[in-house]
């Protein structure tokens, strides 16, 4: 069985029917994907200005990244179990998509990112938990965050219209 | 000038009739739409959870709202700019749909709460209690999730 008759299987069972064909399901969970976006990237992109920088330069790195991550996770939550529902009920018309399979290759290189920061840079917080400039390691962490996002949410937008 | 002759108005602009022949203009407005929109909502949410004191407890509500807020205005900015050009390209569209009047009501009703209750009482100094900060931010949530939801429905009604 090829990964595109996986996808066509999904796309046909009851749940991906059901979803696809219904008057109000379809564009609820798709308003759960843009809300869960906003509160997880937001939330995210308020930490990455941070590390970088830019915004809440006065209070330190961990009071920052403590006080959001529930709220981080939440809208992620929110965002991936809506994002599998339409996935669920377009399995077969997303997986050609060039900008759909790009989404992934960039959540997956978002995930080493993340990864990568909290098991080796902010190990070392202490040291720098109330500098306005961050180390090297941290700044970066928080432009890869910025620029992979957006290129999510462009990917993401864009497959909308990729369709055939 | 009715409001449809208004609209037609809008509907025949040089920036309609560009954004309307183009195949990528269209796309890429929306991508910055929804760039400004997780960076406002994102930012407008923080803020409101503080005046909640459901989140950022360990920084008084002047200090979220303080540093937060020049951010929350520049997405506002990026959104509303872009949801200009996203409205002169489909207007006629817009006349007739169901949720987008929803939506420039909320729209309305939000930018008010904001530029006129929430950045006053959320500044350093200011002794409004809890219970005010709770409304107004109750309010304010409702208000901004309802533009978001208004605007996500004109695609669908």
């Not at chain 1, 202490?126 to 992979?148: L, S």
């Not at chain 2, 923080?46 to 807020?69: T, W």
């Not at chain 2, 987008?100 to 200011?126: C, E, N």
Request: proline share 3%; charged share 10%; aromatic share 14%.
């Amino acid at each position: 069985m090829s990964l595109f008759e996986i996808c066509q299987w999904i796309q046909d069972t009851s749940i991906g029917t059901s979803i696809r064909e219904s008057t109000y399901v379809f564009p609820l969970v798709e308003a759960t994907h843009v809300i869960g976006l906003a509160i997880s990237v937001g939330t995210i992109t308020i930490v990455d200005l941070r590390l970088v920088g830019a915004v809440m330069k006065k209070e330190p790195v961990t009071d920052v990244i403590e006080q959001l991550q529930p709220w981080t996770l939440s809208g992620f939550a929110a965002m991936f179990i809506s994002g599998i529902l339409l996935f669920w009920s377009e399995a077969a018309r997303l997986y050609p998509s060039y900008s759909y399979r790009t989404k992934f290759v960039f959540l997956f290189l978002l995930g080493v990112n993340a990864l990568y920061f909290h098991s080796k840079t902010y190990k070392s917080v202490h040291q720098w938990n109330n500098d306005a400039i961050t180390p090297f390691g941290a700044r970066m962490a928080g432009w890869i965050g910025i620029t992979f996002w957006a290129v999510v949410i462009f990917m993401g937008r864009w497959t909308a219209y990729n369709l055939k | 000038m009715t409001l449809l002759e208004l609209f037609r108005w809008f509907d025949a602009t040089p920036i309609s009739v560009v954004i309307r022949n183009s195949t990528y203009i269209f796309p890429v407005v929306e991508v910055f739409h929804l760039f400004g929109l997780t960076l406002l909502l994102g930012t407008v949410t923080v803020i409101d959870l503080r005046m909640l004191g459901v989140g950022m407890k360990r920084q008084s509500v002047a200090e979220v709202a303080g540093q937060l807020g020049p951010w929350t205005m520049g997405a506002a900015l990026l959104t509303i700019v872009s949801g200009i050009l996203l409205f002169l390209s489909e207007a006629m569209k817009c006349y007739s749909n169901a949720a987008f009047p929803y939506k420039m009501w909320f729209l309305l009703g939000a930018l008010l709460v904001y530029f006129l209750i929430q950045r006053r009482i959320t500044s350093p100094g200011s002794k409004v209690g809890p219970f005010a900060l709770k409304t107004v931010a109750i309010l304010s949530l409702c208000l901004w999730y309802g533009v978001a939801l208004a605007g996500r429905a004109i695609a669908f009604v």
